[in-house]
């Protein structure tokens, strides 16, 4: 049996990951998939709680955050392309018409 | 194995709601343009069955569906605000998607959507559920605010929105997730009597906090909010001050009520936060010259002043809290509304200088204006002094004397930028043209009626505030 | 209970290993003892024998974007079908019922994108 712990540094990690991914890259798409990179890391969780429990609730709940995801995505991918019809750059940074 | 029926009674207003944004969806393609207010009528219709479905529900109370959704006073007074501002920004929209040539069925399917999710949110009983209904709410949000597809400040409004948005979003899940490890349950009334991990508990509870300080916009989570206040489509920006932002506070009382170790652990956070969104907003509004912007920082000011109810944790605040999110949401509908007009065709008339002499020529919508703005600022016979009066007094309670001073301090700060907008319009003398449209009768509506609410509550706050002190006691 | 758990999965474990290795040493064999003389034809990317045309690194059209999400979206509709035929024998009619609405929201959906025209692709 592998320990619980082990599933929830796993998920740390790639928690970590996807928030140094989100605060540092400059590309939207790119800040997309760290966010997705965070869900899937919510996911490893609630699975290795729902087994550590004995209880199904947590995979219930992964199933809900999956399609969650899967809209926040195709959402995402929506405003995205809006955007680069207008104003063809993918790159966080130069999307500063809205400043004080 | 059937959900009792009472259960469909308890969860009425979600299921109007849904089911009329689909028919509003699905009635768009079919419908021809030239009849295209046969979507609007439906909407609004929408919009007001789901306020009867909530009477309904009303006479219902208790949990439901294995207590994932509860019943109570509280949710109901919430459902009844989220359900007034979704007919008032349904109202209030039709004539501009006309004027900017952005009428389309989906607009209306959205706000009902997003107004689902809020009714979702305000009745959770349980995190993952919450989850839900914050996640259609905002969703639906995001897409609204990129509805004016070929302004590029709407897309990158949209964008920034989005990207922050489902990065909160994500700290409140994991925040869910560790809860859930800590305790083994997400039904909050459990939460009490789990002896879990206290360490995950609290760091959990502290990523939830994250997430919804994004949602209501308080600091330092509030940066996101000029940005898309200013670019949004400006019916959407009335919908995002108001609704979403009551139903976020709902559920931040919902589980800092309900959950012991939440409410011992974060009332410093909740001060400093109170304090630091105060002054955030207001001295970041005092530099502002864009309209829409200067009311972006004053909504975040609002926060402040509600966050210092919320920490003054007794009931006097819950009640305080709620007068306070029915009170900030008709003013902050109504001067959107009214922005929403004067911007014109294009929205190009949105700076402050831009309406000078407003006053002698367009002295209705001036009226009007200078009516939210006093009650933005707290001046006596309108709702925003009763509704920072029961703050103070809530704060004064809880022997929170430095956050009611600070609250004072701030009052007096937003006075200049108020104050101005009021000075410009009546004694400026105008430099452009513009050309005075009259007030579409359905705008006009909206702006009777807020303005009417303002007053109503400035007067004779003792109905609401009666039902808000009723609905402020939590089951713990 | 560990070494149940070896004992179980060694078999499993040989045969990766075994797998690995041989892939490993054909292709270790193959760079020792073949002859490299790479040509302009060799190094060309292999499209099926065709004559490549182009960057492959092109943008695409939007229209495949709409595609995806679409696809996107009801793909994933379908795993809360997989809990629900879990315990679909326990559920009766209800469940029944329940999955028929749940099927007709996401019709609802599919009529309003077919209408919309996004699926007709030479819009």
Known sequence: MIPTSHYLFLSLALFTIGVIGVLTRRNVIIILMSIELILNAVNINLVAFSRMFGNVNGQIFAIFVITDAAAEAAVGLGIIIAFFRNRPTVLADEMDILKW | MFAPIEDLYRLAPELVLCTFGILVMLAEPFVPRKRSGLVAFLALLGAGAALAATRLSWAHPGTAFYGLVRVDDFSIFLHFVVGAVAVLVILGSRDYLEREGLHRGEFYALVLFATAGMGVMVSAQELVTAFIGLEISSISSYILASFRRNVPKSNESAMKYFLLGSFATSFFLYGVALVYGATGTTLLSRMDSASGNPTLLRLGLGMIFIGLAFKVASAPFQLWTPDVYEGAPTPVTALLSSGPKAAAFALLLRIFDTVFAASQLWVWAIWVSAALTMFAGNLAALVQSNVKRMLAYSSIAHAGYILVAFAARNEIGTAAVLFYLVAYA?????????????????????????????????????????????SLL???????????????????????????????????????????????????EPQKEWAATPIPRAVGLVLVLTAAGTLYLGLFPNYLMEFATQSAVLPR | MSGDYLQNYAPLLI?????????????????????????????????????????????????????????????????????????????????????????????????????????????
């Open chain 3, 15 to 123: 045969h990766l290993l075994v797998a690995m290795g041989l892939a490993g040493i054909i292709l270790l064999l193959s760079t020792i003892v073949g002859y490299h003389r790479p040509t302009r034809a060799k190094l060309q990317p292999y499209e099926c024998g065709v004559r490549p045309t182009g960057d492959a690194r092109e943008p695409f059209s939007v229209k495949f974007y709409l595609v995806a999400m679409v696809f996107i979206l009801f793909d994933v509709e379908a795993i809360f079908l997989y809990p629900w035929a879990y315990i679909y024998r326990d559920l009766h009619w209800f469940g029944f019922v329940e999955m028929l609405l749940y099927i007709l929201i996401l019709l609802a959906g599919y009529i309003y994108l077919w209408k919309k025209g996004a699926l007709d692709w030479n819009r």
């Open chain 2, 378 to 428: 707290g001046l006596p016979v309108t709702a925003g002094f009763l509704g920072k009066f029961y703050i103070f007094n809530a704060a004064l309670k809880s022997h929170l004397v430095w956050l009611a001073v600070l609250l004072a301090i701030n009052t007096v700060i937003s006075a200049y930028y108020y104050l101005r907008v009021i000075v410009v319009m009546y004694m400026r």
């Open chain 2, 330 to 374: 008709l003013m902050k509908l109504g001067a959107f509304t009214m922005v929403t007009h004067l911007g014109g065709e294009g929205e190009r008339r949105l700076e402050i200088n831009d309406y000078a002499g407003l006053g002698s020529q367009q002295p209705a919508a001036a009226a009007f204006l200078t009516l939210y703005l006093f």
